[in-house]
């Protein structure tokens, strides 16, 4: 199983990426996904998921309004649409499954990983 995350870069104070990432190896069609990010110093932290079948998402407050979580189950990829990027925002960003029948919105929620997009949003 891997988990391919890219879409990251760098970015001005208020532009605009878009992180995608990708399945193989298994189908996660069943299972919510979602994004976490982590800061130089700081604790992997919950960004945004969305349940199996993309009826429902979810944001923390930090991104609420801005970020907008997708998935294409034909594709097996969710994406995370980021507008209107802070400085705040820069992190690595990793994209995870859920543990069966939860919608993680901690890490000991998630069962797989990907292996991290940087995003640097300079003010």
């Known amino acids: 199983v891997q988990l391919q995350a890219s879409g990251g870069g760098l970015v001005q104070t208020g532009g605009s990426l878009r992180l995608s990432c990708a399945a193989s190896g298994r189908t996660f069609s069943s299972r919510a996904m979602g994004w976490f990010r982590q800061a130089p110093g700081k604790e992997r932290e919950f960004v945004s998921a969305i349940n199996w079948n993309g009826a429902n998402t979810y944001y923390s407050d930090s991104v609420k309004g801005r970020f907008t979580i997708s998935r294409d189950n034909a594709k097996n990829t969710i994406y995370l649409q980021m507008n209107s990027l802070k400085p705040e925002d820069t992190a690595v960003y990793y994209c995870?499954?859920?543990?069966?029948?939860?919608?993680?919105?901690?890490?000991?929620?998630?069962?797989?990983w990907g292996q991290g997009t940087q995003v640097t949003v300079s003010s």
């Open positions: 995870a499954v859920a543990k069966a029948y939860v919608v993680a919105r901690v890490p000991s929620e998630c069962d797989y």
